[in-house]
């Protein structure tokens, strides 16, 4: 019996050895790396992929490429981590008639609407998102599909319905209301045992604080961060004395910053860094750029934005944003435009760590140009330091997620989630409208 142990772990040994040696590897050569980590970015890089993972990682004088690699140059490239958007609505494309939608096009969302969706994030060099508001049936099946290499996609991070007071009227299929404490934690429950990935909260202060405290703790027990929106000044307070994970937005209203009290609370939570950071998900370049839409459509004739959805499909979004300065969404966003910089700077100020998310899928915000749309306002118009921007893109969300020793970063060992783009991504971050490599968990889709 001993001398057959002794002989089957050698042999276990070599045949792991001789199918790691089979497994095809490639080797990103020559460019400028953005590791996500915001140390300086290593010149001449080498990034040897085997399989689904990063073998290793450093510059062509210290890391060998082996002989049997496919060489990719990425000479003249900025090479960084796959994009997290960590606010997009894969069920809405862009149509502007919130109502409609939601009466004509359920039955297309797990088959065509929403796979479409995570196809053109993935194409925009989005490798990971948070999936904030669908159907919990359809979240799943189309997360579970992309993971299992069925469609090609972005990894999704879903939410299912959103949960608040009471739903909307014909909404009732993806937004869940609350009726009392013990209904919150059946809720959550529904949820945490379908899978989701986090809890989306909407329209707190209109709940009871038990009932919002049932609904957090809930989550919490079941090891389910939350996000919460913070349009509103009581919504914020709220979401603080319960401890959520994660604030949504900037406001609705057009009041010109947020409420000294609300600091106050703010920089209270950012001072207890035994909580950890404070996470904040602004969603600001849909109202920034409306303006500038709307004088130009042009960008809107695009199709990128095309990709995966039906033609009749197409048609119907574009002829629902053929007058954007008519939409009734976004009559008040010229108002609330020069709130935006405050906001976030306030933010900041404070210690909040921010997130890039963009609320992609509202009107004339495709998944295919939200994204990028979102740094370029943080870097161009509101002075964010580009790495700051990319890390807030890459590394915390991967930590917020809890999935950082697998992605986030440019690391041995992480999956090779890798996006490159020509020219110098630090000094010109609008480069990322198109991104020229897209590498998801070491296959190259672009």
């Known amino acids: 019996m001993n001398r057959k142990v002794r002989f ?3 042999l276990f040994l ?7 040696q089979e497994t ?16 300086n970015p290593i010149k001449n890089s080498v990034i040897i992929i085997q399989g689904e993972r990063i073998l290793a990682v450093g510059n062509q004088d210290n890391t ?5 690699a496919e060489v990719i140059s990425t000479e003249g490239m900025s090479v960084l981590p796959g994009l997290w958007d960590m606010h997009v609505h894969t069920m809405i494309n862009g149509h502007a008639d919130y109502d409609y939608w939601d009466r004509t096009y359920p039955p297309l969302f797990q088959d065509v609407i929403m796979p479409a969706s995570a196809q053109q994030l993935l194409m925009a060099g989005v490798t990971s998102a948070r999936d904030l508001g669908a159907p919990l049936e359809a979240s799943i099946a189309v997360r579970d599909a992309i993971n299992a290499g069925k469609i090609p996609g972005a990894t999704l991070y879903v939410s299912g319905p959103f949960i608040q007071h009471k739903p909307y009227p014909g909404t009732e299929e993806f937004r869940w209301g609350v009726n009392g404490p013990e209904d919150g934690k059946r809720k959550i429950q529904k949820l945490a045992k379908a899978g989701v990935d986090v809890i989306k909260l909407i329209d707190q202060d209109q709940m009871t604080m038990a009932e919002l405290k049932a609904v957090v703790d809930e989550a919490h027990k079941y090891k389910l961060k939350v996000v919460a929106h913070g349009h509103r000044p009581e919504e914020i307070r709220r979401g603080l004395q319960v401890g959520v994970d994660c604030f949504e937005h900037t406001g609705l209203s057009s009041a010109p ?9 703010i920089r209270e939570r950012t001072a207890q860094m035994n909580l950890g950071p404070l996470f904040w998900c602004p969603t600001v370049e849909g109202l920034y ?6 004088d130009n459509p042009e960008k809107l004739d695009n199709d990128s934005w095309h990709l995966g959805l039906p033609d009749s499909v197409v048609t119907d979004i574009r002829n629902s944003i053929k007058h954007p300065d008519q939409l009734p969404y976004f009559q008040l966003t010229p108002i609330r435009k020069p709130t935006l910089r405050t906001k976030i700077r306030q933010l900041m100020d404070a210690g909040v760590v921010l997130l890039v998310g963009t609320d992609s899928g509202i009107p004339m915000k495709f998944h295919s140009q939200s994204t990028w749309n979102e740094l370029d306002v943080w870097v161009n118009e509101f002075g964010i330091d580009p790495m700051y921007a990319i890390r807030a893109a890459t590394y915390w969300p991967a930590l917020w997620m809890g999935v950082s020793d697998d992605v986030g970063t440019i690391t041995p060992g992480k999956y090779a989630d890798i996006i490159a783009v020509n020219g110098d991504v630090l000094r010109y971050i609008s480069l990322l409208q198109d991104v020229d490599m897209v590498i998801k968990r070491g296959t190259r889709y672009k």
């Not at 070599?14 to 790691?20: D, E, G, K, R, V």
């Not at 095809?24 to 140390?39: F, M, N, R």
């Not at 910053?257 to 609370?265: E, G, L």
């Open 8 to 10: 089957f772990i050698p």
């Open 14 to 20: 070599i045949f792991s050895f001789l199918s790691a």
């Open 24 to 39: 095809p590897l490639k080797a990103l050569v020559g460019g400028t790396l953005i590791d996500g980590y915001g140390s």
């Open 64 to 68: 060998p490429i082996p002989e049997n």
């Open 257 to 265: 910053a947020y409420p000294d009290d609300v600091m106050d609370m």
């Open 289 to 294: 750029n409306y303006e500038y839409v709307r």
